[in-house]
């Protein structure tokens, strides 16, 4: 079976994700690998302080590709032309850019965006609302010019959500809903699933066939039977697999979904073909 990990980043592309042994994101991000259940190990993504054991994870993982997702934020800015050479000239990686309106302008975000999918090849395009300063809902008029320009090119949309958001306030799957009616073919990927407002999320997927889930390394907690639950059901073609490595291991969360109850035809498209739709991949 081909696997697509929708989130997953090496360790070396920025401190936050491990990527200096010693430092307090060093040890947060090994706490956290212990927080979401890792087996042995806590300190197993310093292979991917290099590119090469990187590359060496990803294909020893066995997946088919690896979704590296950039980031803008007041907080955090992983560049696009850093995703760019991460990813470049290695068929197992996809890079998603990213763009921050609030800090680049709505024009400046759409020339980004364009340049990011058109000079940079990157596949899609990751916002984050709920860390703007002032933090913001998805449904906010700030990004409904992204919005329309992103439906209009057909790229999809990466959404931050879950328990990281600084105010768990703006963790709230009901503001997409406006996004998704006003945009209804506009795909949507919602990461970390708005996790721990499963039922939610859920409903408001339930909803609007353009919302995906993508849990990732909460897909592995209390409230995740729901997911699973819904995914046997009506959300099949909405729900996506991604690792969170570095802070969860690759391989350990490719057999740990695989032992959490999907039917058969719905592994299928949760570990690939949903992903592979929402990415134009073959």
């Known amino acids: 079976m081909k696997i697509i990990d929708l989130r997953c980043r090496p360790a070396f592309l920025h401190p936050f994700f491990g990527g200096v042994p010693g430092s307090p994101e060093h040890a947060t991000t090994r706490w ?12 197993h ?34 560049p696009n032309d850093l995703i760019h050479s991460v990813v470049n000239g290695h068929a197992e990686l996809v890079g998603v850019g990213a763009v921050e309106p609030v800090m680049q302008g709505v024009e ?10 058109d000079v940079l090849g990157l596949a899609a395009i990751d916002l984050e609302p709920g860390f703007a300063e002032p933090a913001r809902h998805a449904d906010d008029p700030l990004y409904w010019p992204i ?14 959500s879950g328990p990281t958001t600084p105010d768990p306030a703006y963790n709230d799957p009901g503001r997409l809903a406006a996004v998704a009616r006003a945009f209804p073919e506009l795909k949507i990927v919602v990461s970390h699933g708005y996790w721990p407002n499963v039922q939610q999320a859920i409903g408001v997927a339930f909803r609007y066939e353009n919302i995906h889930l993508l849990p990732d390394m909460y897909l592995f907690q209390a409230g995740s039977e729901a997911y699973v639950q819904a995914a046997n059901g009506f959300l099949a073609d909405q729900l996506l697999f991604g690792s969170s490595y570095t802070f ?24 690939y073909g949903n992903a592979a739709r929402i990415l134009n991949i073959e």
């Open 147 to 160: 919005y329309a320009h992103l439906q209009a090119r057909g790229v999809a949309l990466f959404v931050m």
């Open 108 to 117: 400046g975000a759409l020339a980004e965006i364009d340049r990011a999918i």
């Open 248 to 271: 969860r291991p690759i391989r350990q969360s490719i057999e740990d979904a695989q032992r959490l109850g999907l039917r058969d035809e719905v592994l299928e498209k949760f570990f």
């Open 45 to 78: 993504f310093e292979r991917s302080l290099t590119q090469e054991g990187f590359l060496g994870e990803v294909r020893e993982a066995g997946l088919y590709k690896a979704v590296v997702v950039g980031r803008h934020t007041p907080a955090q800015h992983l």
């Open 32 to 43: 956290l690998n212990r927080r979401v259940g890792t087996r042995g190990a806590d300190n």
